[in-house]
């Protein structure tokens, strides 16, 4: 299993930014893949940015420019720098793993984004 733990969120005014991080244990040499979800109140889960083992990135449309994502192997941990952010940014972010052959999933406990206007 893969165990995820996020960090850095936070209140932030408009214009900010903040930088998420996700640390990640256990069967970690399982891991395919590393991304970042949110989910704002009434309103479905849904995918920020992920990047795979070999480094490849993919962006939700609403964060193009604006949010980069990254990883550090030796660390184990994926980070979410977000720039430019704005009150429909605020949300709860989640850190996701798809881990093993079977390409389960795991997710963090997520971290409150609030951005103020």
């Known amino acids: 299993q893969v165990q995820l733990v996020e960090s850095g969120g936070g209140l932030v005014q408009a214009g900010g930014s903040l930088r998420l991080s996700c640390a990640a244990s256990g069967n970690i040499f399982s891991i395919n893949g590393l991304g970042w979800y949110r989910q704002a109140p009434g309103n479905k889960r849904e995918l920020v940015a992920n990047i795979s083992s070999g480094g490849t990135t993919n962006y939700a449309d609403f964060v193009k420019g604006r949010f980069t994502i990254s990883r550090d192997n030796a660390k184990n941990t994926v980070y979410l720098q977000m720039n430019s952010l704005n009150p429909e940014d605020t949300a709860v972010y989640y850190c996701?793993?798809?881990?093993?052959?079977?390409?389960?999933?795991?997710w963090g406990q997520g971290t409150q984004v609030t951005v103020s206007s």
């Open positions: 996701n793993a798809v881990y093993n052959t079977y390409r389960l999933a795991a």
